[in-house]
């Protein structure tokens, strides 16, 4: 009995221990939306257990290993043991009720970060190798997804290539974004601050790039960049640059393109219209109208020299105007 009281005080203690140690080291981000805070006490209580069990494991085993090893000079056989069969059933049944209570509170908390409100705003989001774009209710699309706070939001998810995911590690929930299927994704910011979507699905050669800005404002800090964006975009639409920009923003052109002259999966846009290109069969070509119309038309006829090995660029159904707009856009990066 006195081996029994010991083992048991061990497991305790190293339990609390555990479960102390691994809380301090802050194995979860901040929790900024509603249907983190149920994600999380299921999270915390499986700690709980994860810690026990440990516990229950490591204690008898390394106080077997001391207090019954075998004493210097002793030669003699161990106690020969058959079985015990009520032990047997009870390490048998006691997991197999635990494992069907955590069953039950995960299908519970699935539950609750799925209710749905009937007056969630809705955002468009396309997915694209390898950059997110984000069509708001309002009529324009931004690189950034902005939300309100203490607001349910409902993300419609498109993707125009591969399978991809949606992930704020702060929301903790994450949807996978599939081609030919809109999947729904709904959060409720409880906290105001700046956060990263990130993929969650390898997607091809630059997918740990793939992630945009996430800001959790207050409605009225929404209201007015809503009312900002809706403006700027009535403006760009009036001239073919400021359309092609928007264009750009939409089919997620800047996922593989940069405006600033850093290299991505495909060649910078800045300085690139009338600039002397080189190709991978080593000729060069000046990067005017008819170049970058028959680029973007047939992206796999002429290779830009150092391009030669990255995933191909994807062939865009658009009309002769887009791709005109796109071009004048493009004409505006120098």
């Not at 929790?31 to 026990?52: G, H, K, M, T």
């Not at 349910?152 to 929930?173: A, G, N, T």
Request: with cysteine.
């Amino acid at each position: 009995m006195r081996h029994f009281v010991i083992v048991g005080v061990l497991v305790v203690l190293v339990a609390v221990l555990t479960y102390v140690g691994l809380n301090s080291i802050g194995l979860m981000p901040v929790e900024a939306s509603a249907q983190s805070v149920p994600i999380d006490w299921l999270w915390n209580l499986d700690v709980r257990v994860i810690s026990f069990l440990f516990a229950l494991i490591v204690v008898p085993i390394a106080y077997s290993l001391i207090a019954f090893r075998r004493k210097k000079g002793d030669t003699t056989d161990a106690e020969h043991i058959e079985g015990n069969t009520p032990l047997e059933i009870t390490w048998t049944v006691v997991p197999l009720i635990v494992v069907l209570i955590f069953a039950y509170l995960g299908a519970y908390t699935l539950a609750e970060i799925r209710v749905v409100d009937p007056s969630a705003a809705e955002i468009k989001v396309r997915a694209i190798q390898w950059a997110w774009s984000f069509q708001y209710p309002e009529g324009f699309t931004s690189k950034e997804l902005h939300l309100p706070v203490n607001k349910q939001v409902v993300l419609k998810m498109e993707s125009s290539d591969v399978i991809h995911s949606f992930w704020v590690p702060e929301f903790r929930i994450k949807q996978d974004v599939v081609p030919g299927r809109i999947t729904e994704y709904r959060v409720t910011p409880i906290l105001v601050g700046s956060y990263m979507v990130r993929c969650a699905e390898l997607c091809g050669a630059s997918h740990a790039y793939m992630q945009a800005p996430v800001i959790v404002s207050s409605q009225a800090d929404y209201d007015a960049w809503i009312a900002s964006q809706k403006a700027l975009a009535a403006a760009a639409a009036q001239t073919p640059a400021g359309r092609g920009e928007q264009l750009a923003n939409t089919i997620g052109c800047r996922g593989c393109h940069t405006i600033d002259g850093s290299k991505l999966v495909g060649p910078s846009w800045q300085g690139l219209y009338g600039s002397q290109v080189t190709l991978s069969d080593g000729t060069t070509v000046t990067a005017n109208d008819a170049y970058l119309i028959e680029s973007i038309a047939n992206p796999s006829i002429k290779i830009v020299k150092g391009f030669e090995t990255t995933t191909a660029m994807p062939k865009f159904d658009l009309t002769d105007a887009q791709i005109q707009d796109l071009v004048a856009y493009l004409a505006t990066l120098k």
